[in-house]
């Protein structure tokens, strides 16, 4: 029997007419085998639970009339989805739900304390709503369909606000679950359960990462990412509007497309899917029709170039001295220096005299970045060992992704002359030993002018 993962993100969620219409679509599904869908709370709503929590806290009651909006909303929902004579039970299942959250918020506001462990209990609530109307949308059309709260097969450490999930345990519990001829199943998004069994919510990407697990665990014949985007493109198409869908990527090269620029698919939470052998298919909800993108192992197109990438933002942390040449140990410091101010480091390049290293960072984190290098390296500074810490703002990092970039010569040529050409000035480059992408530091305001002309030169030009 065929088994297909739906992971329902955010515009999905968005409306009464998109959550109808997420419905209609896996009912379909179901006339070919066994669907799961992940479905996490409409949209908008855990920041309306946040910002609930946060008058709570304070003391201030208003966080009610802010509560009694939220139900309202879940009510016009449900009152869209279903039909006149189910409607009765299923809003009585929401109004139960936002009792219990308001018993939670009438607590914070009576400790004016908020825990991250409080945190995570408000917004399960917000997944098992979402997750539930999808289901009575999907009984209108498929009275079989079940609900899975993911708490109970999810098990995950106590970390708070981003858990870690416990994968051997949790195949363990989703083998279990689905040990019937269960053929219809909506499954309430990113939470898990701790140790303890209270709720653990997964994060960022918490929704998708719940949908790998069980991709994996079920050993399923595809996971389905919907999005608003038909599929992963060569180019973001707000900056290159002749920028065309993908039809299929090597599992390599999709992280190396999603992380510099692509991450709206979080790609950490494909991981349990990849590593289980599971393709992965990323489609349209506005446009369900197209077939999307298919992550894949490996691909037998033979492009030399997939995609052009870029994240802005950046900035370039530069330290350099002439003291640095020789010396054992000077990129462990500098590096252990980054990750204990918790900055992360998005591209690293080293002049081979070893009188400079830099690294790519997001600007916001630019001043806490170069205050620890500095505290690292304060000793030589003070001899003059070690020149100032240097920080640009104000960049953008462009990169140039081809699974065949490897051993195919004439490619830095192609590149480089077509940002010559654009007059777009570099002011770092990293490539990694996989050949499989060449990272260029640049002006943000050359960004744009870099990706439409290496585009046109890479892309649409076709093959060397």
């Not at 109004?95 to 908020?114: K, S, T």
């Not at 990412?225 to 509007?241: C, E, K, L, Y």
């Not at 004439?410 to 590149?415: D, E, K, S, T, V």
């Amino acid at each position: 029997m065929r088994t297909t993962i739906h992971a329902l993100g955010r515009v999905s969620l968005a409306s009464p007419e998109r959550v109808g219409a997420a419905a209609e679509l896996l009912a379909v599904q179901c006339a070919e085998g066994r669907v799961v869908a992940v479905a996490g709370a409409l949209s908008g709503v855990p920041d309306g639970l946040r910002e609930a929590a946060a008058r709570a806290v304070r003391g201030d009651y208003g966080f009610e009339a802010a509560l009694a909006a939220l139900e309202d909303r879940h009510f016009e929902v449900l009152r869209a989805c279903l039909d006149v004579r189910r409607q009765s039970s299923a809003l009585a299942g929401v109004r139960h739900e936002f009792n219990r959250i308001a018993d939670v918020l009438a607590g914070v506001a009576l400790l004016r304390e908020l825990s991250a462990r409080t945190l995570d209990l408000l917004l399960a609530h917000a997944e098992w709503l979402g997750g539930y109307i999808v289901c009575e949308a999907l009984r209108e059309r498929r009275p079989e369909a079940r609900l899975l709260e993911t708490r109970e097969v999810v098990a995950t450490d106590d970390r708070f606000g981003r858990a870690r999930v416990d994968g051997a345990a949790t195949r363990a519990r989703v083998a279990r679950w689905f040990s019937g001829p269960e053929l219809a199943v909506v499954a309430t998004g990113g939470v898990g359960a701790a140790p303890d069994g209270a709720p653990t919510m997964l994060g960022r990407g918490g929704a998708r990462l719940t949908a790998s697990h069980l991709a994996a665990a079920l050993s399923a014949d595809e996971l389905v990412v919907w999005t608003d985007t038909d599929g992963i493109r060569t180019a973001d198409p707000r900056h290159v509007p002749r920028s065309r869908a993908i039809d299929c990527l090597g599992h390599a090269e999709a992280m190396e497309l999603m992380h510099f620029g692509g991450d709206f698919l979080d790609p950490p939470a494909l991981i349990p899917a990849i590593r289980a052998g599971v393709p992965i298919r990323v489609r349209n909800a506005l446009n369900p029709d197209f077939p999307g993108t298919l992550l894949v192992a490996a691909c037998d197109d033979r492009r030399v170039f997939t995609g052009i990438s870029s994240v802005d933002g950046v900035a370039l942390l530069q330290l350099q001295g002439s003291g640095m040449i020789g010396v054992t140990g000077v990129a462990a410091r500098f590096f252990a220096a980054l990750a204990g101010a918790g900055v992360n480091v998005i591209l690293i390049t080293q002049a081979s005299s070893e009188q400079s290293i830099c690294a790519g960072i997001p600007a916001a984190d630019a001043e806490r970045a170069r205050a620890a290098t500095a505290e690292a390296f304060r000793e030589e500074l003070e001899g003059q060992l070690v020149d100032e810490v240097t920080v640009e703002a104000g960049l953008s990092i462009v990169g140039v992704v081809g699974e065949r970039m490897r051993r195919t010569k004439g490619l830095a040529a192609r590149i480089f002359g077509a940002l010559g050409e654009a007059g777009v000035n570099i002011r770092a480059i990293a490539q990694g030993s996989s050949e499989r992408n060449v990272s260029m530091v640049l002006a943000e305001a050359d960004a744009e002018r870099a990706l439409l002309a290496l585009h046109r030169e890479l892309i649409e030009r076709g093959e060397p």
